[in-house]
């Protein structure tokens, strides 16, 4: 079995913890070749990550911001060679490889958890309410793994580098402009402590209250999808089925009620805290530790006292 | 312009749902069903373009149950202006891949400009219609849209990326996808519900399409996630903070 791998890169520059997480859970289907689309310092790093066996580099425009039309052509191109085509499940990867999968003529399996066998995996559905295990009648699986509970592959891999090339520009579409937030905090899908806030901060101004524990704690930021509607978040901070999936050591909920789809997003996260005034929320179903108070007492204390 | 917008029906995104005994998928029987909330936003869309002047015709598209009527009435209650039924057989499931063969077949007798479709169903989660649906046709696609303007020819898309947001140009005709930030869908009016009764709504057989629909995927089992470990409640902020340094948590 060969597994084609996408990485994740984005602005150039290679994201090694969901592209790491990737090989990890592609190493489980057969050999890994990894397909970096972005310049050689690239293609450099993640020749490191220990259980790839080769590194393709597509150091192309076309494929530096992510376009489906263009990185899909350059992927069925490649595809002749492989059993498995995967990636993390990210946003890039949700928009290009779906696409794959219908140029190859197969189905895509979204958000895999667990690999049963070569052709059998095990999927979320209903938001994380259902886990479902199928089994693919295509000859060549195309799919996205959640990474959220994946490990992190070990470095000091040396594989080699070659030059991959593919039709380049489709003519269908072009890359205007990025607005991305850049942050001295960790990433919401990979850090280690994820701080939350939901409809019952009350403000965009008291948000404030949720980032000052975080910094604190060292960890990272997320919002419910209340808290992002009532504009008081961006919504790529955004945790739940319709935002993103994390899984920290630990996860701070405060004045988040617990709806199923934000559960959908954090129930893996090893050590749940909730602090909610409504003690019957559904979040303290979820929580090791909750606590029903005001947010706005308890949260400047916990600042003050950690 | 001639806009299309796939809907779908799916469980209710308020119903908790519950795996079937047999472990074949989940229980639907007497569950409130609805339109995916993804592809209401959609349909909103497509009538803001038409409201503006950009749109001239707005056509929603349903593949499944004849009961998929009701979500079809319910887009133009909203304002949409006709409908097509693909009917199938109860209880059989059409995949992505499947969905994306059947749009095409009435994608390539419509000729709309644009296609625009929710990002993912919430039953199956797989977010995979309209990118499979954009590569069957050759089009191209701007998925998870949080803002859409037509200009010139094309499609000026800002996407919810990881991170951020990224704004790209695609040339019509082409599939957007909606998420949740594109805008808030309306509610349907008394009398705009009656008005949408008798609208146009054809139907035809899935099976009367030229095109493969057998599914790829087997379900083997569908099970329960675990439940979490009952946790403990704590009375002050120094007895959690306690706990967490007890856990060796912060």
Redesign the interface.
């Known amino acids: 079995m060969a597994v084609l791998c996408l990485a994740e890169v984005v602005g150039g520059a290679l994201v090694l913890d969901a592209t790491s997480k990737a090989v990890t859970g592609s190493a489980q289907l057969g050999d890994v070749t990894l397909l970096v689309c972005g310049p050689a310092t690239a293609a450099e790093e993640a020749a490191k990550i220990s259980g790839v066996s080769k590194v393709l580099l597509a150091d192309d425009a076309a494929y530096a911001n992510g376009l489906a039309e263009n990185i899909a052509g350059l992927i069925t191109g490649l595809s002749g060679d492989f059993s498995h085509i995967t990636a993390a499940s990210t946003s890039i990867a949700k928009n290009v490889l779906p696409r794959v999968a219908a140029l190859l003529d197969v189905m895509i399996l979204s958000d895999v958890i667990e690999v049963i066998d070569a052709d059998t995996f095990k999927r979320p559905i209903y938001a994380g309410n259902a886990l479902q295990t199928v089994k693919t009648s295509d000859a060549i699986k195309v799919l996205t793994f959640r990474t959220a509970t994946l490990e992190l592959a070990a470095d000091g891999g040396s594989a080699t580098v070659e030059a991959a090339a593919g039709a380049g520009d489709a003519g269908l579409s072009s890359h205007i402009s990025d607005a991305v937030v850049s942050s001295d905090r960790p990433e919401l899908t990979s850090a280690g402590v994820v701080v939350s806030g939901g409809r019952g901060v009350g403000s965009e101004d008291d948000f404030a209250l949720i980032t000052s524990l975080a910094d604190k704690l060292g960890g990272a930021v997320g919002a419910s999808r209340a808290a992002v509607d009532s504009g008081f978040a961006a919504n790529d901070l955004q945790v739940g089925q319709t935002g993103k999936v994390v899984a920290p050591d630990l996860y701070v909920a405060i004045g988040i009620s617990g709806a199923i789809q934000h559960l959908a997003g954090m129930k893996d996260s090893k050590v749940i805290v909730a602090i909610n005034k409504d003690e019957e929320a559904p979040i303290f179903q979820v929580a090791d530790f909750g606590l029903v108070a005001d947010l706005f007492s308890a949260v400047p204390e916990m600042i003050e006292k950690l | 312009m001639k806009v299309l917008v796939p809907v779908k029906r799916v469980?209710d995104?308020n119903v908790?749902?519950k795996?079937s005994s047999d472990g074949s998928?989940?229980d639907l029987t007497n569950v409130k069903m609805s339109m995916n909330p993804f592809d209401e936003i959609a349909v909103e869309e497509a009538i803001r373009l038409k409201e503006a002047g950009i749109a001239t015709e707005v056509l929603v598209v349903s593949i499944g149950e004849k009961k998929s009527s009701d979500t079809l009435r319910s887009a133009m209650a909203m304002g949409a202006d006709r409908a097509i039924l693909i009917t199938t057989d109860q209880g059989v499931t059409i995949?992505?891949?499947a969905v994306?063969k059947l749009l095409k077949a009435v994608i390539d007798e419509e000729a709309p400009d644009l296609v625009i479709a929710g990002k993912q169903a919430?039953?199956?989660?797989?977010?995979?219609?309209?990118?499979?649906?954009?590569?069957?046709l050759g089009?191209?696609?701007?998925?998870?849209a949080?803002e859409l303007k037509i200009e010139d020819g094309n499609a000026?898309v800002t996407?919810?990326?990881?991170?951020?947001?990224?704004?790209?140009?695609?040339?019509l005709p082409?599939i957007v996808t909606a998420?949740?930030?594109l805008n808030e869908p309306r509610y349907a009016s008394l009398p705009n519900i009656m008005k949408a009764k008798k609208k146009p709504l054809d139907e035809k057989a899935a099976a009367d399409f030229d095109v493969d629909i057998t599914p790829?995927?087997?379900?083997?089992?569908?099970?329960?996630?675990a439940d979490?470990a009952?946790?403990?409640?704590?009375?002050?902020?120094?007895e959690?903070?306690a706990?967490?340094k007890e856990?060796g948590?912060?």
């Open positions: 469980i995104y908790k749902v795996v998928g989940v995949e992505p891949l994306a919430i039953d199956n989660d797989m977010n995979a219609t309209g990118q499979m649906l954009a590569a069957l089009w191209g696609q701007a998925t998870f949080s000026i996407r919810e990326v990881d991170g951020g947001l990224q704004t790209i140009s695609v040339k082409a998420d949740l930030r790829r995927h087997t379900i083997v089992t569908t099970e329960e996630p979490r009952a946790g403990i409640m704590v009375g002050s902020v120094d959690l903070i706990k967490l856990g948590l912060v």
